[in-house]
């Protein structure tokens, strides 16, 4: 059984509204195959209009006291109507999952239920999953081309196979760069409101993870005083790799935290899909000089860290060095959605020797590029391109083969090109899938 694409049918379930993703192919592709498709991702991002999209029908288990009571007591029973059946925030019924795998088994035909999430539970509640069973995919929030913000001039999948760059300016210059920075992606934000009113909205959000939303991933109960301290160290280092020392002390500034508890909140933040960090590049060098494996800290989406630390669009234009982190939070988030779309995975690079790029793009078949971040001028742009050309002598081609492109991103606007020593210079808001 295939499951109808959702432009050959009209579901109810599709919310007025709802703005096009670009992992609705992944998830068509998958519903095509699995017999079920779990959604996970940070509250707010859009995972239930998302899954609404292709639903036949559906049980909210937030809303509907009564539904999760029913699935907290006879699970079975939430799973009766049209396919694919919503099953939204399952998680808040841990029984079912057993039921689910049971359904999967006994109709033995792909697409019978799709699965949202806002807290990965624990490993051995859904190591059981089976293949062809359950598939995940990852939902983030909005990037810039499904908000209508990239003019999507420049595909990364054409980067990754070796097509070179050549775009006009988008138009968006960098004030509306950093205002969009300070929004972020949530599709339940309205952009006409000032970015003074999402603040105080995303603020509420990080009190909400830190009062309510983590205790609810494991049972564990955590100071809310010290969970808002790591996130605020946590923005204060993003994009960058701080140990758990590092965090802590700085923590510590507002409650004292160990290094253990660190560890322990920075696991809660990862299963509510707050925090995403970033991996080191599993790749092969040419010298001996050893990489750094250590994970670059970016939260989902990087509005809550300029959130949480109360910052500005003037006052991020007036802090080049911090704004430089920020966007580069950005530009990881941007690259992973549209890396998502190629089957590709995105990571970061450095070693020993201080060599490193900020991310490492790489499809998995042979096909990588390498990517600098720089916000504006001809001065960091030469800084980007001299570091990238660095770090490709520093591969293993032999292993790894050449890179398809070496990009410098930008934040300020203006054309996509490729230089005479043949790296890209792409504005982000000319990029896309």
Same mark, same amino acid.
């Given at each position: 059984?295939?499951?109808?694409?959702?432009?050959?049918?009209?579901?109810?379930?599709?919310?007025?509204?709802?703005?096009?993703?670009?992992?609705?192919?992944?998830?068509?592709?998958?519903?095509?195959?699995?017999?079920?498709?779990?959604?996970?991702?940070?509250?707010?991002?859009?995972?239930?209009?998302?899954?609404?999209?292709?639903?036949?029908?559906?049980?909210?288990?937030?809303?509907?006291?009564?539904?999760?009571?029913?699935?907290?007591?006879?699970?079975?029973?939430?799973?009766?109507?049209?396919?694919?059946?919503?099953?939204?925030?399952?998680?808040?019924?841990?029984?079912?999952?057993?039921?689910?795998?049971?359904? *999967?088994?006994?109709?033995?035909?792909?697409?019978? #239920?799709?699965?949202?999430?806002?807290?990965?539970?624990?490993?051995?509640?859904?190591?059981?999953?089976?293949?062809?069973?359950?598939?995940?995919?990852?939902?983030?929030?909005?990037?810039?081309?499904?908000?209508?913000?990239?003019?999507?001039?420049?595909?990364?999948?054409?980067?990754?196979?070796?097509?070179? *760059?050549?775009?006009?300016?988008?138009?968006?210059?960098?004030?509306?760069?950093?205002?969009?920075? *300070?929004?972020?992606?949530?599709?339940?934000?309205?952009?006409?409101?000032?970015?003074?009113?999402?603040?105080?909205?995303?603020?509420?959000?990080?009190?909400?993870?830190?009062?309510?939303?983590?205790?609810?991933?494991?049972?564990?109960?955590?100071?809310?005083?010290?969970?808002?301290?790591?996130?605020?160290?946590?923005?204060?280092?993003?994009?960058?790799?701080?140990?758990?020392?590092?965090?802590?002390?700085?923590?510590?500034?507002?409650?004292?935290?160990?290094?253990?508890?660190?560890?322990?909140?920075?696991?809660?933040?990862?299963?509510?899909?707050?925090?995403?960090?970033?991996?080191?590049?599993?790749?092969?060098?040419?010298?001996?000089?050893?990489?750094?494996?250590?994970?670059?800290?970016?939260?989902?989406?990087?509005?809550?860290?300029?959130?949480?630390?109360?910052?500005?669009?003037?006052?991020?234009?007036?802090?080049?060095?911090?704004?430089?982190? #920020?966007?580069?939070?950005?530009?990881?988030?941007?690259?992973?959605?549209?890396?998502?779309?190629?089957?590709?995975?995105v990571y970061s690079f450095t070693d020993a020797a201080g060599a490193e790029t900020d991310a490492i793009v790489d499809a998995g078949d042979g096909r990588w590029i390498a990517v600098?971040?720089?916000?504006?001028?001809?001065?960091?742009?030469?800084?980007?391109?001299?570091?990238?050309?660095?770090?490709?002598?520093?591969?293993?081609?032999?292993?790894?083969?050449?890179?398809?492109?070496?990009?410098?991103?930008?934040?300020?606007?203006?054309?996509?090109?490729?230089?005479?020593?043949?790296?890209?210079?792409?504005?982000?808001?000319?990029?896309?899938?």
């Open positions: 059984m295939n499951v109808e694409p959702p432009e050959s049918r009209r579901t109810t379930l599709t919310p007025v509204g709802y703005r096009k993703r670009i992992a609705e192919t992944e998830a068509e592709r998958t519903l095509g195959v699995a017999r079920a498709l779990l959604v996970e991702g940070p509250k707010g991002c859009g995972k239930t209009w998302f899954a609404k999209r292709f639903a036949h029908s559906e049980v909210l288990l937030e809303q509907d006291r009564a539904a999760l009571t029913l699935a907290q007591a006879v699970p079975d029973r939430v799973l009766e109507g049209d396919t694919p059946r919503l099953i939204d925030e399952w998680q808040r019924a841990p029984a079912l999952w057993g039921a689910i795998r049971g359904a *999967c088994d006994r109709r033995a035909e792909p697409g019978q #239920f799709i699965l949202t999430g806002s807290a990965a539970p624990t490993d051995d509640l859904t190591r059981h999953s089976g293949a062809l069973r359950v598939q995940r995919l990852a939902l983030r929030t909005m990037s810039l081309t499904e908000q209508g913000l990239s003019s999507q001039a420049v595909s990364l999948a054409d980067l990754l196979n070796g097509i070179p *760059c050549d775009a006009s300016p988008s138009g968006q210059h960098l004030p509306e760069m950093v205002d969009t920075l *300070c929004r972020g992606g949530w599709p339940g934000l309205d952009p006409r409101i000032p970015v003074a009113d999402t603040a105080r909205f995303l603020r509420s959000y990080l009190d909400d993870i830190a009062r309510t939303d983590i205790r609810q991933v494991d049972g564990v109960e955590r100071d809310p005083v010290r969970v808002s301290a790591l996130i605020r160290s946590l923005a204060r280092n993003v994009a960058t790799a701080a140990s758990l020392n590092k965090l802590a002390r700085e923590a510590s500034a507002d409650a004292p935290l160990g290094r253990h508890t660190v560890r322990s909140y920075l696991d809660a933040l990862k299963r509510l899909h707050v925090l995403e960090p970033l991996s080191a590049w599993p790749t092969h060098l040419r010298s001996r000089s050893p990489l750094l494996t250590s994970p670059k800290h970016h939260f989902c989406d990087p509005s809550l860290a300029v959130s949480a630390l109360r910052a500005t669009p003037q006052a991020l234009l007036a802090d080049p060095e911090a704004l430089g982190l #920020f966007f580069e939070s950005l530009v990881v988030k941007e690259l992973r959605i549209y890396a998502q779309a190629t089957d590709a995975e600098e971040v720089k916000l504006d001028n001809d001065e960091q742009v030469d800084h980007g391109a001299r570091s990238l050309l660095a770090v490709s002598k520093k591969i293993d081609e032999t292993r790894m083969g050449k890179p398809a492109a070496l990009v410098v991103i930008t934040a300020a606007d203006g054309y996509a090109y490729q230089r005479s020593d043949g790296v890209s210079v792409v504005p982000l808001s000319s990029l896309g899938p």
